[in-house]
Structures are given as structure tokens and as C-alpha cells.
């Protein structure tokens, strides 16, 4: 087998922003600063979750996310979702509670 001519992608993991929208942009300057420019334009981005919660600008958090594809279109973004978003969802009715372990109705049966 011969060597791949093509260099490795670029993965970049974050986790845990919990609205702290700041220190996201923080990360976001200092990657982009410290990467080569080839190789933050074209990274595949995981973000783990727990975007929301916390934070005192969880509100500006979604907005930096999905505002990615159009600031940096080569690079791929996935978004996972976390045990705070999940909690999130369901205090909003967007997914329903989980039952309880013993069996008794959620509080909203």
C-alpha cells in the first residue's frame, strides 16, 4: 500500500460552551490564530453539546453556531446534543420527560 498524498483533515472537539458565548469566541480566535490557515478553513468541527445553561449570554450561543456555515463554508460543523440541551428540550415540552425509574407519572401526566 502507498502513503495517502493527501493530508489529514483537521478534527476540532468542542464541548461544554454552556453559554458561555465569550469564551467561545475566545477558543474560535486562538484556534483560528494557532491552526494553519489550509487547515482551519477545511477542519471538520464537533461540538459536543451543552451549549446552553449556565452562562450569563447562553441566548448568543446558537446564534455564533449557526452563523459557522456561513463564516466558514469548507469546513463541516456537527452538532451533537447534551445531557443540559436534552433537559432543555424536554423543560420546553420539544421532547417529552423521561419516566421515572419506579414506574410514576412525570410531572406533567
Known amino acids: 500500500m502507498s502513503a495517502s498524498s493527501t493530508p489529514p483533515r483537521t478534527v476540532i472537539c468542542v464541548g461544554d460552551v454552556h453559554g458561555y458565548v465569550t469564551k467561545l469566541e475566545s477558543l474560535w480566535s486562538n484556534l483560528q490564530a494557532t491552526l494553519p490557515c489550509d487547515a482551519f478553513a477545511t477542519a471538520l468541527v464537533i461540538f459536543l453539546g451543552d451549549y446552553n445553561?449556565?452562562?450569563?449570554?447562553?441566548?448568543?450561543?446558537?446564534?455564533?453556531?449557526?452563523?459557522?456555515?456561513?463564516?466558514h463554508p469548507a469546513q463541516r460543523h456537527v452538532f451533537l446534543c447534551g445531557n443540559h440541551d436534552l433537559a432543555f428540550a424536554a423543560f420546553t415540552t420539544a421532547l417529552p420527560l423521561p419516566s421515572p425509574p419506579d414506574g410514576s407519572p412525570t410531572p406533567r401526566s
Open 53 to 71: 445553561d449556565r452562562g450569563p449570554h447562553t441566548h448568543r450561543v446558537p446564534d455564533f453556531l449557526l452563523a459557522l456555515q456561513t463564516r
